[in-house]
């Protein structure tokens, strides 16, 4: 390997420097002498002691190798292949015999170690052979005279050389280097707690290392320190409940282990009340963070009336939050003649039944369709998709979406922008089909009929009727558990039980609610993905409307009995009437977007978290049909009175 004079040139440098760096500041200066290059070398000899320093330390956890020393980053190609920064699956038995040779020929504690380690961990991966114990060996010792001879630039640097050093040393079963490791980081962790600093790395370093051989002295020395960072924490003067609750985190599970419940007590009710104080001197959206960490810790305590206390001081400040929360709004003009564009292209000319299924089908988005909004949204607003956000409900915190880690959490929001994207346009067509038609409450609740999935028919046309005449109150407290009853049917009719064990009575049994029922994966598969997921987003989620839960436990109020929520509630039913039929056409919408993504693929696409993106009159493009799907309208529905 032919490595260039410029690159050897940073090596000689950094290796005669007296004054403390760390590996950052020599990859940098490395990384400047290969780009200067003017001479083309071979890849693996410009990049092979970057490379070195540019690799990040304790990613045991992460792919490609789960290697303590990997990627900083990840991402993916335009073929959807996962790509490494730097990729470690780049690496060549040559590059790790240069290494080999570095770890010779260095006399730098830092640099030392580093290659010696990189010897050590990545020799069986990079070049397929067993590593040397003499590099381990190496690598330790370097970590430990880096620390002791000053020669890293931060207290980091000096953290993560202990924590390696501990690690290889009881790896390769070296009693005298842990020992000589071991003492080292309690010394220090005496020193970090007289300044409230790293204490907390070394503490975990050395009690989660089950080969680290702490004595019982050892860690009561630990705990004594530990009580010295908390006391300070939880000090009128100084009162630090977030410094505190981390103490305590240590402190609990010794004390709970040990069975010293009384420091238990001790503890977590200091914590409590830290976190407490803390939120009487906030805004009333932060003491519903403060209040909960301290109803926590009360609980951890044992302390049951503190907990049924805070819980309500909670609730309370959930309710006081609204004042501070803020509203935003986008403003949409829409053309008189485009909506009437529009409703001519939903409303069919003397087929009143046509045009409730071209309602029910088009204001439907696919579940596919959310998924690449939400998607998008990511690769757009990064920050913003990876936030956890609480969904409040009046008294308390109905749910959290947590970004990419919440599965189908993000689909929620975008579910959500759709339905009120199209509010205006679903109203105008309820509207115009009653109107052109001069629909009666019974012919509408014949076509949700048409699937028999309701038990008391009067009561769906009662319903029905209330929301043509504007009862909305009536409308959504009679229709909403009508949606419940529908699923309990449809999942009867599948052979599934309806019924459940009442949870702490032997022998009795209850119903099963709507979240139950859209559980049954049969049911799921009955009705399709994008059918189950908008009821279950409307209906029986926390991360939706939820207006299920709303209802049935009493927590709806009047605000929520609008036109716009009744109509939701009005078209869920129109969807269940036909299912089979609006599930095809979710399927063919999803067929048409894919075409037409494919088609535009090179082509800037309109960011569709605007106003307007979804445009109505592009779905009902792929959605509505010039005449009945499964021909005359006798074949295609079975009129009731």
Known sequence: MQIPDTIEAVIAEFDGRAEPFDTHTLQSALSRARTALVDKTAISDAWADLVAFAFQAEQEDRPPWNTYFGPYGSGADHDGNVVYFPDVR????????????RVDAIVHPVMKARYADLVWDLSRNAAERRPDVRFARIAIENYIASVTDGRNADDHDDMEAMKRALQLATSIRDAEKTTI??????????????KDGWWHTLYDALTTNRKSGLTPDQKTGLVAGLEKVFARFIADASVDPHGAERVANCLLPLYSGIEDFDSVTRVGLAVSGAFEKKAASGSRM????????????????????????????????????????????????????????????VIADGNWQQSLFNIAAQFITPKQELRHRAKEGAAKH????????????????????????DGDGPLYRYADFARQTNLLFLSKALDAAVERHKLSPEEIAAFVQRKELFTDFPL????????????YVKCLFVLVPQIEDAFRNLARSLGESVTKEKRGQKGWEV???????LAMERVKAEVGEDIHFWIKAIFADGRGMNLRNLVAHGLASREAASYYTCELVIHSMLMLGAYPDVAAICVRKVEALEKRRAETKDVEEPDEDEPGAEGCLVAVEDATVDKPILGGPDDWFEERS
């Open 286 to 345: 932060q003491a519903m963070a403060w209040l909960q960490t301290a109803a926590e810790f009360a609980r951890r305590a044992g302390d049951g009336e503190r907990l049924k206390r805070l819980r309500v001081e909670r609730e309370a400040a959930i309710r006081d939050s609204a004042s501070e929360m803020q509203s935003f709004s986008y403003s949409q003009e829409i053309k008189k003649s485009e909506i009437e564009d529009y409703l001519n292209s």
């Open 460 to 471: 769906v046309i009662a319903g029905i009727k209330a929301w043509i005449e504007g009862d």
């Open 181 to 194: 490791v071991k003492n080292m980081m309690l010394a220090r962790f005496d020193v970090e707690v007289k």
């Open 90 to 101: 780049q690496l060549t038995p040559e590059i790790v015999d240069h290494w080999e040779q």
């Open 382 to 405: 990064p920050l913003m998709s990876i936030f956890t956000m609480s969904v409040i409900a009046g008294d308390h915190v109905a749910a959290e979406v947590s970004g990419d880690d």
């Open 511 to 517: 119903s099963s609610n709507l979240g139950d029922l």
